[in-house]
């Protein structure tokens, strides 16, 4: 609860952090510009005079962008706002903006208004909700890129543990007298099963599947690919390399695998069923 008040706390900072500046170059852009009369005010009457402009800027933007969302949380959901706030609420702030400056030009500053200066009053407006709306944008794109950037990092994180667990590494397979042998990549074997007294290695070679029967137990070799995660058991027959499964099917005779290079099917018993959808889904 604490961490959700800080986090709303400092959102709150940073967006009437943002409101702030918009006023103020508000403010600056009619000083400077002078797109109403100001002619018959002296210089400090006019810097008052402008300073109200960019006061109304700000309560309004504070009241419909910040106090209106707060008091109606289940209508404007502000973690949702990629390209700034709801079309609504823009429309409603230039609107309200808008009136009130009309208002501040006729009985403050005491001139009159014409379709004219209404019409400069309504660009004026706009250009809140327009730098607002840039401004959102560019916070989306940068959200973006720091996700890209972790998703990035998450991948060659991925690759470097791969290659550490012997992707390009060798393992030496022996037979249980040790009389034959068969050398491989770990990245090339595609699935070892047992078979009597014997283990049937599948493993690619000049990109076609071969197939070789070595006198052991899978229990005895299994310890040799305990360390590769690439490797797990999917049944008490099989142990298979997953970089090489497409996905899990179901049928009537149970669940299986779908690997690729491969024509058949690889059983897998419901006892590691939810070790092979976790190897999957990773």
Sequence with gaps: ?????KSLKNSLKEESGRLFMISFGV???????????????????????VAGFGGITFLSACIILIVMPLSNAKWFKTSDWESGPPFILSTFQLL???????????????SPLSLYIMFKVGLVCLLPVLILVILYK????????????KQNKSYITKIREIEENGGDKEITIYSGNKA????????????IKSADNYIEVHYLENES???????????????????????????RTSVVNIAFAEKLTRDYSGYNLIMSKLQGN?????????????ALSN
């Excluded at 309200?96 to 005491?110: D, E, L, M, S």
């Excluded at 560019?138 to 950037?149: A, G, M, P, T, Y």
Aim: charged share 20%; with cysteine; proline share 3%.
């Design 180 to 191: 034959e042998k068969l050398s491989l990549k770990y990245k090339d074997i595609i699935f």
């Design 27 to 49: 403010f600056l852009f009619i000083l400077f510009f002078q797109p109403f009369p100001l002619e018959m005010l002296n210089y400090n009457d006019r810097l008052l005079y």
């Design 1 to 5: 609860m604490n961490n959700q008040n």
């Design 209 to 235: 599947v071969e197939k070789k029967l070595i006198r052991n137990t899978l229990k005895d070799i299994e310890s040799q690919f305990n360390h590769h995660s690439n490797f797990i058991r999917c049944h």
């Design 96 to 110: 309200i903006n808008a009136t009130a400056f009309g208002f501040y030009i006729r009985f403050v500053g005491k």
């Design 266 to 278: 690889i059983p897998v018993s419901r006892q590691y069923l939810i070790i092979v959808k976790e």
């Design 138 to 149: 560019n916070k989306s794109l940068e959200r973006v890129i720091v996700f890209l950037q």
